[in-house]
């Protein structure tokens, strides 16, 4: 029988510009960063090091100077494992993979507890330098790059077709960023918690068109780490937990823009990774409390919301325009603030979400929580959505 998984304890940094740079005086060092956060965590799940079997990280940015980072805190921790001690990537699904890999370790019966973490730093570092290695990572080095092809621009074309295709204006999706920053007010751990209006959101600087400088996601930095254990071992802690009731992944054979002519902003991949997550978990989309979303942009919530069913075809700004998607609305999305406000460290983004959908369906959120939560879905993606990963999670108190 495959042990059922869940998440019992979580600890993150609060995400803002913590990198330093080479000459300061004082360092920030990505390895106690990530020691105080597992010893956090651990003592949120109420276990001992002794108790852990695997550790899965997300892999750092190529800037962290230690490299075998795995490998360096299995060390510094003196954590000898019997399952598996490894870094993932896969852009910014890497922290995603990092989690299933953790919990795979416990379904197949490797060990019984495993840590899934990671530390993204990139804000002390030069912009032409991130922006080139952005480029090479998200698009074509012979084609996209020499062209400057970066993945703003995708989301744009995105918006671009979705306004053209619905009758949607540039306010419709701006109203998006509005929300996501009044949630991300009531978050400790966000990096933006000013609030903002609609008109403060329509008269920033243009990044690419028809997005501006609040509809796109900002340099960050943070790290995670996630307690997964086997549901006895949940159990045994006596403490509320939550479960992975689902998961649905989908991967279209395309590298981060699909040249083969198809639509656009459908978002294939999330729609079939959504549909196999709500078959294995045995629910309908309507029976989601709330969604934490790996969305960039403003346009990327509106058609991964549209494409895991949460709203209707061409109905997502619409839906956050009539307070649909907002703390108190039909299907809260991003109650975390989203990547535009509660911040993008690429590399652990997705922790960052699961660690939202685990406070939540534990009922520790304060002001931003959802009542009664009972179901959650967290998504991540691999490029534009080219590849999507999507879990289904359960309160368990």
């Known amino acids: 029988m495959v042990a059922r998984v869940a998440v019992i304890g979580t600890a993150a940094m609060p995400v803002g510009r913590w990198q330093t740079k080479p000459g300061d005086a004082d360092q920030i060092l990505e390895h106690e960063v990530i020691a105080r ?117 995708w989301y744009a074309m995105d918006a671009a077709r979705y306004m053209h295709e619905f009758g949607a204006s540039r306010a419709d999706l701006a109203i998006v960023a509005v929300k996501n920053r009044a949630h991300a007010v009531l978050n400790p751990i966000a990096q933006f918690r000013k609030p903002i209006t609609l008109d403060e959101v329509l008269a920033q600087k243009p990044i690419v068109e028809p997005l501006g400088l609040f509809e796109v996601p900002p340099r960050s930095d943070g790290a995670v780490c996630l307690v997964l254990a086997s549901e006895d071992v949940a159990q045994q802690t006596g403490r509320p937990y939550a479960l992975i009731r ?116 534990r009922g520790r959120c304060g002001e931003r929580q959802v009542p009664d939560a009972r179901l959650g879905l967290v998504s991540a993606e691999l490029g534009n959505y080219n590849a999507a990963l999507v879990h289904v999670m359960e309160a368990m108190r």
């Open 37 to 153: 956060l597992v010893v956090e965590a651990m003592q949120d799940a109420g276990i001992d090091k002794a108790d852990v079997g695997a550790l899965l990280f997300a892999q750092p940015r190529p800037y962290t100077l230690q490299k075998y980072f795995a490998t360096f805190i299995a060390n510094y921790l003196r954590l000898p494992c019997d399952g598996l001690v490894a870094e993932l990537m896969g852009n910014g699904m890497t922290a995603g993979l990092a989690f299933e890999t953790a919990a795979d370790q416990i379904r197949l019966g490797r060990t019984k507890v495993a840590l899934a973490l990671g530390v993204n730093f990139e804000t002390a570092t030069p912009a032409i330098d991130h922006m080139m290695s952005s480029m090479r990572t998200t698009g074509d080095v012979d084609f996209h790059v020499p062209f400057g092809f970066t993945p703003i621009s």
């Open 246 to 361: 689902g998961r649905g992944f989908f991967h279209e054979g395309a590298h981060q823009i699909n040249e083969i002519p198809n639509d656009m902003i459908a978002l294939q991949a999330a729609r079939i990774a959504g549909e196999r997550a709500y078959a294995e978990a045995e629910i309908h989309p309507g029976d989601v409390d709330f969604a934490e979303l790996y969305a960039p942009c403003t346009i990327v919530e509106v058609l991964v919301s549209e494409a895991l069913d949460l709203v209707a075809r061409g109905q997502g700004a619409l839906a956050a325009a009539a307070g649909e998607t907002r703390l108190g609305g039909r299907i809260p999305i991003c109650t975390s603030g989203g990547l535009g406000s509660r911040g993008h460290p690429a590399y652990v983004t997705p922790f960052y979400s699961f660690h939202e959908a685990v406070e939540q369906l």
